[in-house]
């Protein structure tokens, strides 16, 4: 117990570093533009098209996040960050919001000088194997080589998994995404451990025949993962965590990009309030009371989101599941706008 506290307090020394009391909000505005951590290589989340534009789930928070604070979505930096470098240039103030498919785990929260707005996409753990190995379940496997990133929660999950089951899997670990996947494709690991997305859309876009592998059915850690900003700024933290919040509540009243302009004229003052059709929205936030109407406007609500880069209109094809509203049975919930 006593170490584990002097590496959290240690880990508040190292990650937080001076005190700031630097309003983000005003950084941002001066610089005009936003910077944005993501990592490029994470398709359907963040990657660079054949056009050289940003695009993904990730890239689109961003920009809206621009949008509610800059008035456009064009006025965003991206920066590519591994696993290992994305707190510490969070903590050094080298980019504004990290949205780079961060688990929120207690550790993190406490001893990064960090938090968490909200979570954007509710994942687990997923595990690819080559199909020739004959396993449907990571269960079945007692012996095998497995490639895991370093610096993330999948290897600290695989390696528990492996300590308490007590097979016999060696583990390999690598410090770039498109190293791992290399080692795995040419047949020098067995399984493939990251987060369940990930793997689908390595399958879909990196795969050189996606039918000669399989994800396996596993149930190891739950992967809530959202945008982090620091934890000095509750100004910011309360921009962003009512960004994700907005765009979910939109989607639960049916507002869209297409009858944004429609719904901010019903007799509804809920809806016309968060939409900026009456006085008030914007104020506590130092923002537009048309922020969220703008937001909507520009990239549509969280499930219009969704399904444009990871969904029914990406190649992904990922179902909404765990991230669908909470009436349809997944985990999605705004905190009530009123």
């Not at 899997?169 to 020098?188: A, D, P």
């Not at 765009?247 to 509804?268: F, K, P, S, W």
């Amino acid at each position: 117990m006593r170490l584990f506290l002097l590496f959290v307090l240690g880990g508040i020394f190292f990650f937080k570093g001076p005190v700031s009391y630097a309003s983000t909000l005003d950084d941002v505005r001066e610089r005009d533009y936003l910077i944005c951590g993501v990592d490029e290589q994470n398709y359907g989340f963040a990657y660079v098209d054949e056009h050289g534009r940003w695009v993904g789930f990730e890239v689109d928070f961003c920009r809206a996040l621009a949008v509610a604070v800059l008035g456009s979505a064009e006025k965003v930096q991206f920066i590519s960050l591994n696993a290992q470098t994305r707190f510490s240039a969070l903590s050094a103030q080298q980019i504004d919001i990290l949205l780079r498919s961060t688990t929120w785990t207690y550790t993190r929260d406490i001893a990064y000088g960090v938090d968490y707005p909200g979570v954007t996409y509710y994942d687990q753990l997923g595990i690819l194997a080559h199909k020739s190995i004959g396993y449907t379940a990571f269960s079945e496997v007692e012996e095998a080589t497995l490639c895991v990133a370093n610096g993330t929660t999948t290897l600290e999950s695989v390696q528990e998994y492996v300590h308490s089951s007590g097979r016999k899997i060696k583990i390999k670990v690598f410090n770039s995404r498109e190293g791992l996947s290399n080692f795995f494709f040419s047949g020098q690991c067995d399984l493939y451990a990251a987060d369940r997305s990930a793997l689908q859309a390595i399958l879909t876009f990196s795969a050189p025949n996606p039918n000669d592998y399989v994800l396996l059915q596993a149930t190891l850690s739950k992967e809530p993962l959202g945008p982090v900003v620091r934890d000095d700024d509750r100004e910011w933290y309360d921009i962003v965590k009512w960004l994700v919040y907005g765009l979910i509540e939109a989607e639960e009243r049916g507002v869209t990009r297409r009858n944004v302009e429609e719904m901010r004229r019903l007799n509804n003052h809920a809806v016309r309030f968060m939409l900026g059709g009456e006085s008030g929205f914007g104020k506590a936030l130092r923002l537009p009371d048309s922020w969220l109407y703008d937001v909507i406007r520009a990239q549509g609500n969280y499930g219009e989101i969704f399904e444009r880069n990871l969904g029914s209109g990406s190649q992904l094809k990922i179902e909404r599941g765990l991230n669908n509203l909470w009436q349809k049975g997944g985990l999605m919930y705004a905190m009530p706008i009123r």
